[in-house]
């Protein structure tokens, strides 16, 4: 027997039935038309933020990274609840003017901006962290020829990380950002030749679970971009801090004690350095408030014994999950939080595969896992599928098309 | 330094720049109109169908697993050169009808088929490789209700694996198939109730480089097929014998020795046992097929250095080649072969890091690999694209969109 993840809180059943934003999961596939179908719940979007802001100092804004969970009703139901947005494309900027999100509120960072992607960003009025030397000068050469002043904050390559963070994005040689002992120079030659000096862009991790881990980060963050305004001597307008707040998905994770990185943040901000301020601060996230917010449902369409072992085979899978199916920078397959929906209530009565349709022994949902016996027509629920699910996925792999998508 | 993968033959340049089909990679590039851009040779597909046919006797057949590359024009251009084509969706079959392919040169495998796919599959009169008993019940009842006999054949889990094989697909539990225990009694129940009896389909592995596996595994499939012809009495209308033949992607890879599996075959196709002496025989081949005739081209949008490390940062990367990032069922990340496209004559003079323009740190074409110093616009190819490349990788990832195709 393999565990499964812990299901994220805020999760009923009606009538032994997983229920979100109060309907049964039946209802909603029936709404939706078919399966697979991820749903996600705004009472978990608005509980997440709430969390966030009453444990952060009110200084202390929110922006939501676009690239956790582009869906057009996402985007647009978090331009009420967060400050700002972080886009990686132009693509992203084209999905948050759909949703009619003021540029001035989003900032594009991304260590590959094609030209064209300057120039509608410029042209926009968003804020580029930008990443290098030269997309600096690309940048200032696109200003000029729009007659535009570009709006441009340095994204830093910090000399340090985020301990325990899934993905490290400072400590060493990287392509994000600019090594922070070339900062200085930068900053100067972009806002002497023209730009609209934006500050300062420091990410250094993600998907962390350790407080401790995310307060020295953040401590870190805060000295270096007080050493950084200092030595660039022009002030800090704003101060993007990063992310790296993660969400448990595997069995033995527990979720961040925020209590502890807001009252640490508390302290910080309490006692800035004169080079901060006036300064703006942000944090960034994206799986942290939308991972848990997002239930992904699929159907069973054959059970089936093998040498003894019951698979249930789901018309979902990897094309849709890649990460549940440990294929996502994973070394080591754990089983993601999954359940059989439709039969929420019931208790585990044997060892079942969960695996998608598709034709290859990669498409594992769940393996070895304790759960109520399911027949031909349940739904299955993978749950933590609110980031990093449909969009980081293969859709096209096996010509099985996209799943549904459906916030309630 | 990390090496990179060996680059397959065939490739030509001229003026010192990579060309494929008689033409520079830039002008393909000019051609199609942007990078990032898959380029699919069908001098290479020619080649890689007359070295299977020189190969194998001439009974023979050849199938196309439609799920490697299931451009519109690979599908196309694969119908003159192939005998039959293996789908793994409606959605495929779908691309198959588009493409003008008579549905009885197809079979239709995959462990969960929708009750809707089974029924445009029967309609259509293609063959259902049959997973499992439940699938075989409802495969008769849509049969019945259309008033059409479903041609079927088993699909048999063996209790064998091809040795070596990158993914294996048979040798234990596994949600593929039918065990071979229970494939005599299904036949027959399919058969006795209304089937048009096909015969069987065997796969036990893919991506293996050793003809000495391959070898053995195609006796034991011969052998296996024998058996349960034998069984279940009414003779083995065809025989799919999988795949499994693999590309080398890796340093150290070499090719399957392609001439001491088809002496094999021929020994065993003179001396086939009574029950398959009728049996209509075929390999069914995907990535062997075409993963060498594709190529991936990538512009350089940015040179940078982090902490004495040169990155060259493109405007592709894992949204189009997510194996090749090290990140598809990858355990340690080795270098696919890549070059700089527009030097390709030119002597390495530097080490490199190329990767993607994603903001993720999982985002590497090539780690610490020898080039000649490239600059930005240069072309970075990545070869072996030809298959599991374009639909395998999670393309609205980060918004930037699908790459162009381009069969040339």
């Known amino acids: ?58 200084r202390m804004g929110l922006n939501y990274a676009v690239k956790a969970n582009p869906h057009p009703d996402v985007i647009a139901y978090m331009a009420s ?5 972080d886009i990686a494309s132009s693509g992203e900027l084209a999905m948050c003017a759909a949703a009619g999100i003021d540029p001035r509120r989003i900032s594009f960072a991304g260590p590959g901006k094609r030209d064209d992607e300057l120039e509608a960003a410029i042209a926009a009025g968003v804020t580029l962290n930008c990443e290098s030397e030269g997309e600096g000068a690309r940048a200032l050469a696109i200003g000029q020829k729009l007659g535009t002043a570009p709006r441009i904050a340095v994204r830093v390559n910090p000399s340090f990380e985020m301990k325990g963070s899934g993905m490290k994005m400072g400590g060493g040689a990287k392509q994000f950002g600019v090594d922070a002992e070339r900062v ?24 962390t679970l350790s407080a401790d881990a995310i307060v020295e980060a953040q401590g870190k963050v805060l000295d270096l971009a007080a050493e950084l305004t200092d030595a660039i001597g022009h002030g800090c307008p704003k101060l993007n801090m ?36 006036d300064t703006e601060l942000c944090i960034e996230l994206g799986r942290y408030l939308v991972g848990e917010a997002g239930v992904y449902l699929t159907r069973i369409i054959d059970r089936k014994v093998s040498h003894g072992v019951t698979y249930l ?51 594992r949902l769940a393996d070895n896992a304790a759960m109520p016996e399911a027949q031909v027509g349940d ?20 010509g099985h098309g996209p799943a549904a998508e459906m916030l309630v």
């Open 379 to 398: 739904l299955v629920a993978v749950f933590c599928a609110g980031a990093y699910g449909a969009t980081a996925s293969p859709t096209a792999f096996l």
């Open 81 to 85: 609840l967060v400050d700002g947005f």
């Open 242 to 277: 990063g992310g790296g707040l993660g969400i448990p998905y595997f069995p033995g994770d527990t979720p961040v004690d925020l209590g502890r990185v807001g009252a640490a943040l508390h302290a910080r901000v309490a006692d800035l350095p004169a080079s901060l301020a």
């Open 184 to 207: 200085p120079e930068l900053a100067r030659h972009l806002i002497e030749n023209g730009a609209e000096w934006r500050g300062l862009h420091i990410f250094t991790g993600s998907q």
């Open 1 to 58: 027997m393999k565990p499964v993840g812990p299901i994220p809180a805020g999760y009923d059943t009606i009538a032994g039935e997983l229920a979100i934003g109060g309907k049964r999961v039946s209802e909603l596939v029936a709404e939706a038309g078919r399966t697979p179908l991820f749903v996600y719940s705004r009472s978990h979007l608005d509980a997440r933020v709430a969390e966030l802001r009453a444990a952060m100092p009110r």
């Open 313 to 363: 085979i789901t018309d979902g899978g990897l094309h849709h999950q890649l990460a549940a199916s440990g294929n996502f920078g994973t070394v080591v397959r754990r089983n993601y939080p999954s359940a059989i929906a439709t039969r929420y209530d019931d208790n585990p009565t044997e060892s079942v595969n969960i695996v998608g349709c598709l034709c290859t022994p990669l498409d």
